[in-house]
């Protein structure tokens, strides 16, 4: 603990602090310097989970549509969401209230199993969606036949058509769809061309039960019709057909009965499951690209070490081991967390949010956190003074958002998943850190005075906050620009790739593009260079 000495006695600066003996700081530019290039290291591992946190947290925001029956994005709302589901009206009566409970379950598992399908597609960068036919105007409310189909660019794909079916005796539907009542009628009809989607449990053995009875209707024919009851053996034979039709139609639904009846129950902590497991899908992403990146760079500053003699191969083995490991928990901590913030914020309800969801926010909260919370307890010890924390937080800030702005770059120069946003991220923050600790040495002779050090801080504010504006400009431009410079580059190779192509016309596409790009060039025509040809101007670059 400081003592408190009077007004006048306060020591001004952290070398006046030191000589009073009332704290000591053994800060270095060595150990700064160490703590940058871990900051740097652990920036490029972070982003180069950047493309998994985009579509892991896509698909756990599936889910979040699922809950509300809203998606903010679009500002579409669902027939029903699991939220409005759980509110549905129960029975008073025990026996009543169970039955209840059961049949509204299979509302919430199409509901449930329509998020499942639409991350999963997310995730395996698919566009196709499944959709719920209470949300299609083609099918309407309640539909009788069809509950779900899969839909691609807006139109319905052929044969997709499915219904739920959540029953408590199996085998007494497919009776009831396969085999002929007294007036020689079935549901089979129905059915036709509609994919039965069971229970899990259900499902199990449900093919091979319905092959089994088209085999024994088969036999049944063949005896009655030996006792010349033809009609009787037509119908055997029918049916044999239905079940086997049926066998062909019966699908996995994905959900048993009591995950439905769970939805239904306890909606929100099932979705906050279905997160969670979405975002343990993309931590264990992380962790391997985490893992390559953090091995390819110890194994080459190991084998130097090695090379130098400064390791022996033993220790470098170890410590090779080391970093490996915790890179792939860094990476497992970004994506994991990354890719949960990320639903969140897409699905806000406020426009900032979700703007903010799509740019590498998401993904460099661990880092931030680990990156701050270094600095914040190197204060705590007596490590490093006010002003230093001060200085360490601003450029940890603004490197992590120039890192962002290098990611994007780096991920349009090098469109690879990973290795252009690691690159980019890593040298943005490197970019950063050297300007910012450049234009910070001044903030030293800051502890001179309170006055000067709020002065500074003030400036360091200001140089975050504009930081902040260049990057949304720099985000701004890309979505604008990049589009349009890339039609315009095809449409004048497409100019200039065409056969029998007049000079006139190639002119014209040649000038448009430099247009585009801020140009004028001087001749606009042939006409135009002929009579420069026979003129005495000079030609200007």
Not at 346 to 365: F, H, W
Not at 386 to 405: F, I, N
Request: aromatic share 6%.
């Amino acid at each position: 603990m400081l003592n408190t000495p009077q007004e006048n006695d306060v020591p001004r600066t952290a070398m006046d602090l030191e000589s009073t003996g009332q704290i000591t700081f053994s800060t270095s530019q060595d150990s700064r310097d160490a703590e940058i290039a871990k900051d740097i290291a652990n920036t490029g591992i972070a982003l180069a989970a950047n493309e998994t946190v985009s579509r892991y947290g896509s698909a756990g925001a599936e889910f979040i549509k699922g809950y509300r029956g809203i998606d903010n994005e679009t500002g579409q709302r669902f027939a029903k969401g699991q939220a409005d589901i759980a509110k549905h009206k129960v029975n008073p009566d025990p026996a009543q209230a169970v039955k209840n409970i059961k049949q509204q379950a299979g509302y919430a598992a199409e509901v449930a199993a329509t998020s499942r399908d639409n991350a999963e597609y997310i995730i395996q960068g698919s566009e196709v969606r499944t959709s719920r036919s209470d949300d299609l105007p083609q099918y309407g409310r309640n539909h009788t036949v069809v509950d779900r189909v899969q839909v691609l660019n807006g139109e319905i794909i052929e044969g997709s058509q499915a219904q739920m079916k959540f029953v408590g005796d199996r085998d007494a539907l497919f009776r009831k769809i396969a085999e002929e009542n007294k007036n020689g009628k079935n549901d089979l009809s129905r059915y036709r061309g509609v994919k039965l989607d069971l229970s899990s449990e259900q499902f199990e053995g449900a093919k091979q039960y319905c092959r089994d009875k088209a085999n024994a209707r088969r036999q049944q024919a063949d005896a009655v019709r030996q006792k010349g009851k033809p009609d009787l053996a037509d119908r055997f034979l029918r049916e044999a057909d239905n079940y086997d039709q049926l066998a062909d139609n019966v699908a996995d639904s994905g959900l048993t009965t009591k995950e439905a009846i769970f939805y239904r129950v306890y909606p929100k902590v099932a979705t906050v499951l279905d997160i969670a497991r979405t975002s343990h899908r993309a931590g264990k992403e992380g962790a391997k690209y985490g893992a390559i990146i953090a091995c390819c760079i110890s194994l080459v500053q190991n084998g130097f070490s090695v090379a130098q003699g400064k390791k022996e191969m033993g220790e470098a083995a170890k410590d090779l081991a080391l970093d490996t490991a915790k890179a792939a928990a860094l990476g497992y901590g970004t994506a994991f967390a990354g890719s949960a913030i990320k639903g969140g914020m897409q699905q806000s309800g406020r426009q900032t949010i979700r703007t903010l969801a799509n740019t590498s926010a998401p993904t460099l909260v661990v880092n931030v956190c680990l990156s701050l919370g270094s600095s914040v307890k190197r204060y705590v010890t007596g490590e490093i003074s006010e002003v230093e924390l001060l200085t360490e937080m601003g450029e940890k800030g603004a490197g992590m958002l120039s890192a962002g702005m290098m990611t994007a770059l780096g991920q349009l120069a090098i469109p690879v998943p990973f290795v252009g946003a690691a690159i980019g991220g890593m040298i943005g923050y490197t970019l950063s850190s050297l300007f910012y600790q450049s234009a910070l040495d001044a903030a030293k002779g800051a502890e001179l005075s309170r006055k000067m050090l709020e002065r500074t801080r003030a400036i360091q504010e200001a140089a975050r906050a504009r930081i902040a504006e260049e990057q949304t400009g720099l985000d701004a431009f890309v979505r604008r620009e990049i589009p349009q410079l890339h039609e315009a580059t095809q449409q004048l190779f497409v100019s200039l790739s065409t056969v029998h192509q007049s000079s006139d016309a190639v002119s014209t596409a040649i000038n448009q593009f430099a247009t585009l790009l801020g140009k004028q060039l001087e001749f606009q025509s042939m006409a135009d260079f002929d009579d420069f040809m026979r003129s005495d101007r000079p030609l200007t670059l």
